[in-house]
């Protein structure tokens, strides 16, 4: 019997009644997954999309986040009337497990009574969809009309394709990739490395009792940092130099000292700062080793075309010309993989200044396309 | 890739040449529509339960077929070709795309790598109106069938009728049928190359 969601003040929470297995060997008891739903589903329950949230997102898609009442990260894509509609479609998003926004992660509570740090087992992306597996029976969903994500969701949304192809009509992939290059791992150890020498890391044991936020007291700083190095992946030269260029911040002159005179200084250093508000830094070693951990082709024997052999799945990748994190040639490589298996696939690069951030921003081809695709 | 049409259009019809490429293609069959434009050929050749997907390389026609749910990669003829594997459509055409490209010949090699037979359609550099317009203009010709002047066509390989024969002949490939086309209207086969302001060919190497 599938077990019944619970409300809570942050929205839907589902427990697992059976232990999830996962790629590491180990599993995960009492498994939490938080999760937000958009619209109706339908009668014969043919209309639900499920969308998959990138590193530091949440289930909050669509609507204001309850806690923080900040809105959803992609209201100009989901929504009545907006590409994935929500007046015709059952939108579903969940946190990832490993994550801090409700679903189980380090910060949760292990059977010892004391949080999980790190003795939470190291996850996959496919353990994450193994958690969205459950949501979609336990929601009584057989088969997803669609799974949409960008970046990390992108990666769960192949891993949906690969894993359980039986269980979705179409995947759209945005600015995603089929596995982490060296460059990739290279710049989530930056960060990973930043919060481990940190001291108040302390090997990930940093959670205080009582209190209303558990994470203070921990590696603001390490985490800070990593955020910053992050999100200069997340931009391009561009972008930086339009929004930023070399303009000094609240000042006429150089101060001939270490503070933030520039003004794309003192942008990341609030972009980390405000990020530690809000995200856990022991949650962000785990969901970067998962992606690192991806790699779509050696999981299924070597051969990127042979991970999509159990699936009848429409597929659409959308890159985008400045993004350097998943450059075009990651979403190119895995379309032409599909098509000469015979898959039913499209892809388009799109031209944005914005870099990998692009597929959260305005962009009216994407909009266009995700409209059509979805269908 | 696909360049301002040269055959015109009744509004709500097909393209002559691609009303001949549909008709011709049996239901079922898979087709690679190389530089396929908004889809046009790609929606009608779907509407009769073909396979169909499509290569282009702008964009904005590959978001435009997106949005109309029809398969297509962004990409160019030249470069991008080499990842379709050998046979795996029964048809690969080329409507209004060989004189756009670096290598025509070698896209043509490619088209019948990947499929036993392909469609071929491209404007006739050798019409009258075009061979008088460079005799009398001494300029290249901007014609309704060329409408754009030299240095900004993306026919960067006119051809003619003859031209194209040639090229068969030498590369070993059999003409299987053609059919001509001048003011959107079939013509006769006589003297195609100096009659007909479009071309379009099926073309075979068995």
């Given at each position: 019997?599938?077990?019944?969601?619970?409300?809570?003040?942050?929205?839907?929470?589902?427990?697992?009644?059976?232990?999830?297995?996962?790629?590491?060997?180990?599993?995960?008891?009492?498994?939490?997954?938080?999760?937000?739903?958009?619209?109706?589903?339908n009668a014969d329950k043919s209309n639900a999309i499920l969308i998959c949230h990138a590193l530091t997102g949440d289930q909050h898609v669509a609507s204001p986040h309850p806690i923080t009442g900040k809105p959803g990260w992609w209201i100009r894509m989901v929504g009545p009337g907006?590409?994935?509609?929500?007046?015709?479609?059952?939108?579903?998003?969940?946190?990832?497990?490993?994550?801090?926004?409700?679903?189980?992660?380090?910060?949760?509570?292990?059977?010892?009574?004391?949080?999980?740090?790190?003795?939470?087992?190291?996850?996959?992306?496919?353990?994450?969809?193994?958690?969205?597996?459950?949501?979609?029976?336990?929601?009584?969903?057989g088969k997803l009309h669609a799974v949409v994500g960008g970046s990390m969701g992108g990666m769960q949304a192949?891993?949906?394709a690969a894993n359980f192809g039986d269980r979705i009509d179409a995947a759209l992939i945005i600015a995603s990739t089929s596995r982490h290059s060296a460059q990739n791992i290279a710049f989530h150890e930056v960060g990973r490395q930043a919060i481990m020498a940190d001291p108040k890391w302390n090997g990930g044991d940093y959670y205080s009792e009582g209190g209303e936020d558990p994470r203070k007291g921990g590696p603001e700083s390490g985490l800070a940092v990593a955020r910053m190095a992050a999100h200069i992946t997340?931009?391009?030269?561009?972008?930086?130099?339009?929004k930023f260029g070399r303009r000094l911040q609240d000042r006429d002159a150089k101060t001939f000292g270490f503070d933030a005179d520039f003004?794309?200084?003192?942008?990341?250093?609030?972009?980390?700062?405000?990020?530690?508000?809000?995200?856990?830094?022991?949650?962000?070693?785990?969901?970067?080793?998962?992606?690192?951990?991806?790699?779509?082709?050696?999981?299924h024997g070597g051969k990127l075309a042979d991970a999509f052999r159990g699936t009848k799945a429409r597929f659409c990748l959308v890159s985008f010309d400045t993004d350097w994190l998943y450059p075009t040639s990651e979403s190119r490589t895995i379309a032409h993989a599909l098509n000469a298996a015979g898959h039913p696939v499209s892809f388009m690069e799109l031209s944005s200044p914005f870099g990998h951030d692009s597929f959260l921003l305005d962009n009216d081809d994407l909009d266009r396309v995700v409209k059509g695709f979805i269908r | 890739m696909s360049p301002p049409a040269t055959v015109e259009a009744t509004p709500?019809?097909?393209?002559?040449?691609?009303?001949?490429?549909?008709?011709?293609?049996?239901?079922?069959?898979?087709?690679?529509?190389?530089?396929?434009g908004d889809g046009e050929l790609l929606a009608a050749l779907t509407a009769k339960?073909?396979?169909?997907?499509?290569?282009?390389?702008?964009?904005?026609?590959?978001?435009?077929?997106?949005?109309?749910?029809?398969?297509?990669?962004?990409?160019?003829?030249?470069?991008?070709?080499?990842?379709?594997?050998?046979?795996?459509?029964?048809?690969?055409?080329?409507?209004?795309?060989?004189?756009?490209?670096?290598?025509?010949?070698?896209?043509?090699?490619?088209l019948l790598r990947i499929a036993p037979r392909g469609f071929v359609s491209f404007p006739n550099f050798a019409h009258w109106r075009v061979r008088a317009s460079l005799m009398l203009g001494g300029k290249m010709p901007v014609t309704k069938l060329i409408p754009v002047a030299w240095y900004e066509t993306p026919n960067i390989h006119h051809?003619?009728?003859?031209?194209?024969?040639?090229?068969?002949?030498?590369?070993?490939?059999?003409?299987?049928?053609?059919?001509?086309?001048?003011?959107?209207?079939?013509?006769?086969?006589?003297?195609?190359?100096?009659?007909?302001?479009?071309?379009?060919f099926l073309v075979t190497r068995d």
């Open positions: 019997m599938a077990p019944t969601p619970e409300n809570t003040p942050a929205g839907p929470v589902l427990k697992l009644a059976q232990p999830l297995p996962l790629d590491s060997g180990r599993s995960l008891a009492g498994v939490q997954i938080a999760y937000e739903t958009y619209g109706n589903l907006m590409p994935i509609d929500t007046d015709r479609f059952f939108v579903i998003c969940s946190n990832v497990i490993g994550s801090c926004m409700g679903s189980s992660g380090p910060a949760s509570m292990a059977e010892s009574g004391a949080p999980y740090g790190m003795t939470f087992p190291v996850i996959t992306i496919r353990d994450m969809v193994r958690a969205q597996v459950a949501l979609v029976d336990a929601l009584g969903i192949l891993s949906w997340y931009l391009s030269e561009q972008g930086l130099t339009e003004q794309i200084e003192s942008y990341l250093r609030y972009q980390g700062l405000s990020f530690t508000d809000r995200f856990d830094a022991n949650s962000y070693l785990y969901i970067t080793r998962a992606m690192d951990y991806f790699d779509l082709a050696e999981e | 709500g019809q097909l393209r002559p040449d691609l009303a001949v490429i549909a008709d011709h293609v049996e239901p079922g069959a898979r087709v690679l529509d190389i530089g396929c339960g073909c396979d169909a997907r499509g290569l282009e390389i702008d964009p904005t026609n590959v978001a435009a077929c997106v949005g109309r749910g029809l398969s297509v990669m962004q990409g160019d003829a030249d470069t991008d070709l080499a990842y379709y594997p050998d046979k795996s459509v029964d048809y690969a055409v080329l409507s209004q795309t060989l004189q756009t490209t670096r290598r025509p010949d070698l896209i043509l090699e490619n051809l003619t009728i003859a031209d194209f024969r040639a090229l068969l002949a030498e590369r070993g490939i059999r003409a299987e049928r053609s059919w001509y086309f001048t003011g959107g209207q079939p013509s006769r086969q006589r003297f195609a190359n100096l009659t007909a302001e479009h071309a379009v």
